[in-house]
Structures are given as C-alpha cells and as structure tokens.
C-alpha cells in the first residue's frame, strides 16, 4: 500500500531526490517505520519506457534544464550550458550509471594528512574513516549485488574488455579484471541477469543493473511509509523561528506550487542542485543561505580528472557490445607522488554508440581526421580514465546574477578551472591508456576529453569542524541540526573511485543516524 | 567473430524517399562533383533552405564529415532535418541562405570559383577554415554532427547495431566474440 501524506503532516522526514542517495536513504527510513515523502524534480520512467537510442534517451532522462559554465575547463567550452549529464528522474542518475561500485581507499579519505598542503587546493581530512565506513560498504556491496563481493561472480569480460585486459597484461600491470559491478551476474534479489545489452547509459531494460528506480524505491513504497512525488521541482526550504527547517516549497508539472510541511529534511538533488537549492533558500536569519555560514556551500565543486582513450585495431572489436563499463585497470589509483601528481586514476573500459562517438569524440572537430575515426567505429575499443581532482574554493556553482528560470529562480552556473595536478594525472593517464591498446597493437589512438560531467561531487561538503564545510561526518548541517545533506555533494574529497557505492554506504549510515537521533528526540 | 554487412540495402522502409536514385548512385561518391546547373529533386524539396544554397550545404556537410563510402542520400537527410527546424524558424532559415552566399563569397576569394566548385577537397577545406570561427559554421557543423550520426542506415555502415535489448542483448549475439587476441 503506497502511503500518502497530507501537505501539513509535519512528522514526515522530506528527501529531496531520488537517486542514489535520496532513494536509499528515503527506502532505509521507511523501512524503520520513518514517514518519509520523496520529491523527484523529474518523472517517472520505468523500464518498459527506456529506449536503446543515445540521443532519444538523452532527451527522455536528462536534466536539461539551463545551466551556464565558466572557468578555463574545456566542456565549458564544449557543452556551455551542459555543465552535467545526469539524469532527472526518478531513480536519478542510477538510471544512467554504469554500475562500477568500489570502496576508497584507507589514503583518500585522509587527503590532507597523506598529500599534504598542496597550493591551490582546498584539501581537508574526511570526518570519516575507512574503518568506520567498511560495515557501510558491506550493506551497500549487498544491497546493490555487487559483483566480487558477497559471493557474487563476476560478469563476464565483452570484446571491449579483451582488448583492454590483454594491453594491461603487457604492460605488467597487475589488478585488472571485469569489475565490481552492481550489475547481476546471476538473477538475485527479484532481478535478471545481465543480458550484455549494452545501453548501460540509457536506462537497463533487463534491470539486472542497480537502480533505485527498481528496487530501493518500490521497496520503500511497499511498507506503506514512503509516498514518492515525480515532477515535484523544489525551489526553496524554509524554516522556522529557531532555525529548524519545517517545510519544503515546491512546484508540480503545472506549475501549482505546494508546500510540504516536514520534520526533518534531507537535500539529494546532486551536486548542483543541492547546493544551488541552498543558496536559493536564503532568508533574513540566513542571508548567505541555508547552513552556509562557513561560505562553503556550492565551493570545491568536484568532477573527477576525466578524459578518454579510444584506439583503432586492424581487426574488429565491436565494443558497444555488452556492459559499457566492462572492466577496470586499478594499478593507478595508488598513491605516488612519484608520478608527478597526488591521488590515483582509475582505467574502465567504455564506450560509446555512433550518435555519441560523433558527439563526444572530440567536440568541435571536423573534417577527414574527424570522420576517419568514425570510419572505423567497428574496429575501436575504448577506456574511459577517471581519477581523483582536487577541491578549490574557487571552483563551484553559484547563483547566476541575471539569468532565472520559469520559476523566477536564479539558474546555477558552474565554474571550474583544472588543477594543475588534474592536468598532470591527465597526461600521466591518456600515456599509460595509449600504451596499452599500443600493446597489443593499436594502429591510432585518440585522447578524448572530458564530457560533461557525471561525477559531480563536493558542494557541500563533510567536515570536522563547521568552519571548513557545511555538513558533519553523519551528513548533518553544522549550522541547522534537522537538515541533511545526502548526495555526492557532502563528499570531502573525490577519491579515484567511481563515487556511487560510497553515496549509498554514506546513505545507508544516516539512515541509521536519523532514526537514532529522532528516537531520543535529538531532532 | 560476427561481423556485419555493410552494403546497402535498397528496400529499408523510412529511408528518405528522394534517396532510391541517390542510393543507386552511391558508389560514385558525388562531394565537390555535384553539378552546378541542375536543381536536384531532393533539393526542391526542402521548404526553408533554397536550392541553391541547398546544392552548397551538401558539399559542405560532406566537406564536414566525409565519408567516401556513404552516398548523398544520407548527407540529404541530414539537411532535411535542418531545413525542417528552419521551416519553423525563419532566422535560422535567414542563416543558413545568408551562410551559403557567404561561404561562396569566402571561396571565391580563396578559391576563384563557387564553394561547389571548387574540385579540390583541400582547397574547399581551406575555405572552411576561413569561416570556422562563425555563427553559420557552427550551426551547420553542430546540427549536421548529431543529424548525419543519428541515422540508422549510416550506423549500418560504420559497422554499429543499434538498439539491441529486442534481441535479446548480445549475449548470444557475440558479446565476447573476438577471437584476434590470444588468452583474452
């Protein structure tokens, strides 16, 4: 029985969001008896909704709404008003992962303390550790299916992954194997198996991957004490005399705005959105928005050093086929210095259909070196290169002074500028990328850069101490005590790792923390 | 390994219905051979983009993104597409008109001859290049780099499969297939 909840009902727990973090928290508090009503910007598509074809998909899950960027990175540049490419949907943006679900490392949740004061980054030491983490990833690990973890075999290796494993092995490299995917291998948890469909950015039509869409969410509807509203486009959290948070506005697809009254309100709109949603709810009380008073929030806009590396091969490869992200080259995530850079990268095979290649292959290019990659689409493998970036105050979303959305709300800008240690883990990283499809025989290879991001991360981040961030180690804001932050947008630092498993650990562990804190009265 | 066939096929319904004579001639690639005279069928068609500026579009978006083994047809309805968003909006449509008399201008000057006219692919690349940096360019570029790519029949012949969750995914179907490495 799906629950329903009356505007005015102030014992419910509001979560703005419904991916990755939102959609496990509002599953593991409805499971402890917690009323709990989601807001989802976007719609609801299921399964039977998504379409095999990149750019209909495109349009049928993507947050489109107008964005502008600054700063010297190149999808400024690229893709002006593109900043992201998430999704806006229920489920968000784990309808589109690709499923790659690893743990940080003991070192990256220590970045300040291991890398050491590094000029122009804003480094800071999570308030959390591996140790304390590690239950958390295991429900996760279990929660998601996780390939390689509980049991669970591995998926097996496509043609894309082939390619890549053989290079790696030439290359002496060490740790390289099909992934830990939340993708099942075999039917569990009410899901398929992976049917190797490919399309993993598009939506699963098997539903072998992980999505809150499938699973945290019905599950969460079927205690009866989670009420999921699709098309609800918040705009602004209000709060009380004190200083407590007490209701949500937001708009529906016709434009009604409505208010929901709320006990407890959890922010998990991605990193954007999250921090844009803060800085929109300033009021008398607080001027620079809601718990911002360390003038953190919307600051260390993270996104990950990306960038890719596509190789040509004299035989076929066809690597659209299966799993987008097949497989996973780790040497280089360690830590050393030695290489020029601090932090680590990650190697993971991709790739991409012909209507992205063509987009994304290298933005603005034209012309026979241009089309001639593309003749030779069938015979290409692909590797998608993602590593740690560092935190700058200076890169972040901020209100755009003019420009406002239908709502009359200032749209974000986001502003970024590469570090120099993202620039020379980029170069460290299209080298070793390169030099192993060179290994096993590679006629070109292409250095891509980044797309628009989908590791969007940091904005609001976690902190020991509330001059440094706006969240505490639980998610919680310093500065108002029943507002919670519970997307990528809290995490410190970005880790080399693909940042949803540690969202849904993150999740998970605040669950457990509201309803703790709400059992003794503490909020 | 299963690999894909990628001659043309003649019957696939959807396909741009000018394209039956382009298609037969597809193995000539036409790009700067397009005569000048002569009003092509597919050209009359378009609502918004004029036949003359049509007949240099073409062999710009070839200029663009060659392909020598993809015929007219599909550069066509790439432009089709573009003269559809331009039937709704008359800027653009003044954009594209205004474009191509320019971009003959830029080739006069650089090449003594008609953008179209101009035999050398080198030399009309040399002209694009002039006019890289403008609005028209960018546009046509832009447009033309999700319209030319998001057809099916050009993914046939890049050797992509498109949609496969109908057929069962791959894992049937040569997921795993490549047999060039060893040990992999």
Redesign the interface.
Known sequence: MVAKFAMDDDGVVVVIGSGAGGGTLANELAQKGIKVVCLEAGGRHEIRDF???E?KSFSQISWLDKRTTSGGWRVAKDFPNLPAWIVKAVGGSTVHWAGASLRFQEHEFKTRTTYGAVEGANLLDWPVTLAEMEPYYDKAEFKMGTTGTNGIPRL????NY??L??GA?KLGYSEFHTGNMSINSKPRDGRGA??????CFQGC??GAKWSTLYTEIPKGEATGNLEVRPNAQVLKIEHDAKGKVNAVLYADNTGAMHRQKARIVAVAGNSIESPRLLLNSASTMFPDGLANSSGQVGRNYMRHMTGSVYATFD????M???TTMAGIIRDESRFDPRRGFVGGYEMETLSL???F???FLDP?A???D??SA??A???IAGMWLVGEDMPRETNRVTLHATEKDKFGLPIPNVNFDDHPNDIAMRTHAYGRGSAVYDA?GATRTIHTPPYPSTHNLGTNRMSANARDGVVNKWGQAHDVKNLFVSDGSQFTSGASENPTLTIVALAIRQADYIADQMGKREI | MRVLDKRTRLNRRNFLKTSAASVAAAGAVSGGMVSIGATPAWAEGLTAIKPDAAKTLLVMVRDLYPHDRLGDAYYEKALASMDQEAAKDATLAGQLNEGAVALDTAARKLGNAPYAAIKAEADRVAVLKSIETTPFFRKVRGDMVVALYNQPEVWAKLGYEGASAEYGGYIHRGFDDLDWIKDA
């Open positions: 379409v095999n074809d750019w097996p290796g496509n043609n082939k390619v494993a053989a092995k992976c049917q190797q469909i490919g399309f039509k098997s035989r076929p490869v066809h659209y086929r299966g259909g012909v209507p290649m063509a987009a603005g034209w012309g026979r241009f089309s593309l003749d689409y069938d015979h096993v």
